[in-house]
Structures are given as C-alpha cells and as structure tokens.
C-alpha cells in the first residue's frame, strides 16, 4: 500500500513537470504498443500547433517542429481509455500536391504508416503525445504529409487533415 502510494505521488509530480513545460517541448519515449512505425521518441524543439480539432470534449493537435523536422499529436481534455496516433506517408508527397492532399492522394503515393496508438490513462488525461515521425526528410530532400487521430473511449475514430509541410 505505502509504495503504490508513493508511485502515484511520483505519478503526479512527473505530469505536473510535463504539464508544465513551456514551449520547448521534450517529447518522452512512450512505453506502448504502436510505436514501430514511430521515427523517433525524444527530440527537442520549438512546436509549432498547425490546426487543431474538437472531438467528444477533447481538442486534438497536430504538432509540428520548427528546425528538427519532427511532428506529433496531443490530446487536451483526453479521457481514459481513449487511444491517439499519428499517420504520416510512407513516401515523400510530390510538390505537385496540395498543402493539405486527400487522403486518396496519400494513399496513391504509397499509403501511409501509423505511429501507435497511445493510450490515455488516468495519469494522462491532459496533455497526453504521442511519438514522434519525421515530417521532412533533409537528406532525402522528402516532405511527408501527417495527420492527428483519435479514438475516443467507445467511440469511432476521427482524424484531421493531411498536411505537408513545406516551409
């Protein structure tokens, strides 16, 4: 008893650390299923949000990084239970694409990868990320197009809009 109790004090002090991190994020390894088609787990940045979309009382956002080229997705007003992800293509998207392509138009270069699903736990709830994929590819010289979803709890799975990154 006395040792769970300390676990979830450190628990809470760790969230209450992350939650209250400014705007260079470091983004932490997440111990879940999902996270092989994930490009990273640990890349400081400044993000960036690019839209962001309501969704049962949760707001979801697809984070982008301004020099490290990495995106992400957080979940404010998350419940437990629910599950979160980030799709980005498995092959750059042609400039010939718009800025925000459909997803026939990813799926017609190749498809796309999914990096987890995450799942909120009471510990969660706010604030929660994802891992991370590369949304451009210097060496390469590849734009990747991602997208935030979710799952909420008992409920059917939504995601946003594509979106390149091309600046």
Same mark, same amino acid.
């Given at each position: 008893?006395?040792?769970?109790?300390?676990?979830?004090? !450190?628990?809470?002090?760790? #969230? #209450? +650390?992350? #939650?209250? %991190?400014?705007?260079?994020?470091? +983004?932490? %390894?997440?111990?879940?299923?999902?996270?092989?088609?994930?490009?990273?787990? !640990?890349?400081?940045?400044? =993000?960036?949000?690019? =839209?962001? !979309?309501?969704?049962?009382?949760?707001?979801?956002?697809?984070? /982008?990084?301004?020099?490290?080229?990495?995106?992400?997705?957080?979940?404010?007003?998350?419940?437990?239970?629910? !599950?979160?992800? @980030?799709?980005?293509?498995? /092959?750059? @998207?042609?400039? *010939?694409?718009?800025? =925000?392509? *459909?997803?026939? &138009? +990813?799926?017609?270069?190749?498809?796309?990868?999914?990096?987890?699903?995450?799942?909120?736990?009471?510990?969660?709830?706010?604030?929660? @990320?994802?891992?991370?994929?590369? /949304?451009?590819?210097?060496?390469? &010289?590849?734009?990747?197009?991602?997208?935030?979803? @979710?799952?909420?709890?008992?409920?059917? +799975?939504?995601?946003?809009?594509?979106?390149?990154?091309?600046?």
């Amino acid at each position: 008893m006395m040792k769970s109790m300390k676990t979830r004090r !450190l628990v809470l002090s760790m #969230a #209450a +650390v992350i #939650a209250g %991190a400014a705007t260079v994020v470091l +983004v932490p %390894a997440q111990a879940q299923a999902g996270t092989a088609d994930c490009d990273a787990y !640990l890349r400081p940045d400044v =993000y960036k949000q690019v =839209y962001s !979309l309501s969704v049962s009382g949760r707001t979801v956002k697809l984070m /982008n990084g301004a020099a490290l080229n990495f995106s992400y997705t957080n979940v404010d007003g998350g419940q437990s239970g629910d !599950l979160v992800w @980030i799709d980005r293509s498995r /092959n750059g @998207i042609p400039n *010939s694409l718009p800025k =925000y392509p *459909s997803t026939a &138009q +990813v799926n017609g270069e190749g498809g796309w990868k999914q990096c987890g699903p995450f799942k909120i736990e009471w510990w969660t709830t706010d604030g929660r @990320i994802t891992d991370l994929v590369m /949304n451009w590819n210097t060496t390469q &010289q590849r734009h990747y197009a991602t997208r935030a979803c @979710i799952r909420p709890n008992g409920g059917g +799975v939504t995601c946003g809009s594509w979106y390149v990154d091309r600046t």
